[in-house]
């Protein structure tokens, strides 16, 4: 099931944004390192591994998205249920931090 979803997310960024765009994205100089443990991640979960895969998974795609966190901070924000969840006083100084960038790798 979650080699399914990794097939339906992979074909589904290639058809929204052009298979070149969606190469040259994944391969550009800063996100080589994520898209690398992306694809290990995928490799993982294709061979059964699917628990460790989802993790190294999920890892690389923090790793390739880092550089936008701060335009999907402020999308989130911007959202009806979730917008006030981040900016409530528990989260806010979290979210602040991510979407600056001052956590996240580059």
């Known amino acids: 099931m979650i080699s399914l979803g ?5 074909v589904g960024a290639a058809l929204i944004a052009g298979v070149p765009r969606t190469i ?6 800063r996100r080589r390192k994520g898209s690398l443990v992306l ?3 995928v490799i993982l979960v294709a061979g059964k ?3 460790t ?3 190294v998974e999920m890892t ?9 966190a701060g335009l ?7 959202m009806p249920i ?16 991510l979407g600056s960038g001052s956590i996240l790798p580059t």
Do not use: E, M
């Open 24 to 29: 040259r994205f994944l391969v550009s100089r």
């Open 49 to 51: 591994f699917g628990v």
């Open 72 to 78: 999907i901070i402020t999308f989130l924000r911007n």
């Open 39 to 41: 694809i290990l991640g």
């Open 82 to 97: 979730i917008g006030p969840i981040l900016d409530s006083p528990q989260l806010q100084p979290l979210v602040l931090k």
């Open 6 to 10: 990794n097939l339906c997310f992979g």
């Open 60 to 68: 690389g795609l923090v790793l390739v998205f880092a550089s936008s």
């Open 53 to 55: 895969g989802t993790i």
